[in-house]
T-cell receptor, first 110, second 115 residues
């Protein structure tokens, strides 16, 4: 399975934008980029996914580099509720096997 | 909709005891998964079931068995619990197809301690 690399931790101030980076230099052409987050004492929850084009949804935006070797999850206005561990995961098309790395622990300061 | 439910929420076992963790989903998903999460780590896939009647090993299957009882239910059994199986166990379900790309929905987890 292709691997991803993320910073261990990041900090943000409340109501400011947050850019969470992910490197995936060995991504293959059919791998989708998924982001999940895990709030304290909860199961992970889906945030967003994409293949080549940038994606937006109500939770976040996903910016994918032109060569697809990296991506950035963008939270437009961080809230205290966004404090969580964020996982960047590669999934093969129709694949079943997610590989979760250690993720990035995001702290949001009031 | 309840989504994905897991029972029990907490369990303490002695080494060598057996138990079954239950998982059910009401989203009519074909695929279901069992993960474990050790402290400070990401999730690791134990087993998954791509559809009713099929199961496949994930990254860490040793010491576990699974049963896909029907489309809704996917259970995880520890036949002889060991302290190394102390972890939080998450069940998930997803739909994969032309319009779904495997977004997984997770249950709240079962915190298991083996002494």
């Amino acid at each position: 399975d292709a691997k991803t690399t993320q910073p261990n931790s990041m900090e943000s101030n409340e109501e400011e934008p947050v850019h969470l980076p992910c490197n995936h230099s060995t991504i293959s052409g059919t791998d989708y980029i998924h982001w999940y987050r895990q709030l304290p004492s909860q199961g992970p929850e889906y945030v967003i996914h994409g293949l080549t084009s940038n994606v937006n949804n109500r939770m976040a935006s996903l910016a994918i580099a032109e060569d697809r070797k990296s991506s950035t999850l963008i939270l437009h206005r961080a809230t205290l509720r966004d404090a969580a561990v964020y996982y960047c995961i590669l999934m093969e098309n129709y694949g079943q096997n997610f590989v979760f790395g250690p993720g990035t622990r995001l702290s949001v300061l009031p | 909709n309840a989504g994905v439910t897991q029972t029990p929420k907490f369990q303490v076992l002695k080494t060598g005891q057996s138990m079954t963790l239950q998982c059910a989903q009401d989203m009519n998903h074909n695929s279901m998964y069992w993960y474990r999460q050790d402290p400070g780590m990401g999730l690791r896939l134990i087993y998954y079931s791509a559809s009713e009647g099929t199961t496949d090993k994930g990254e860490v299957p040793n010491g576990y068995n699974v049963s896909r009882l029907n489309k809704r239910e996917f259970s995880l059994r520890l036949e002889s619990a060991a302290p190394s199986q102390t972890s939080v166990y998450f069940c998930a379900s997803s739909e994969v197809g032309d319009t779904f790309m495997g977004e997984q929905y997770f249950g709240p987890g079962t915190r298991l301690t083996v002494t």
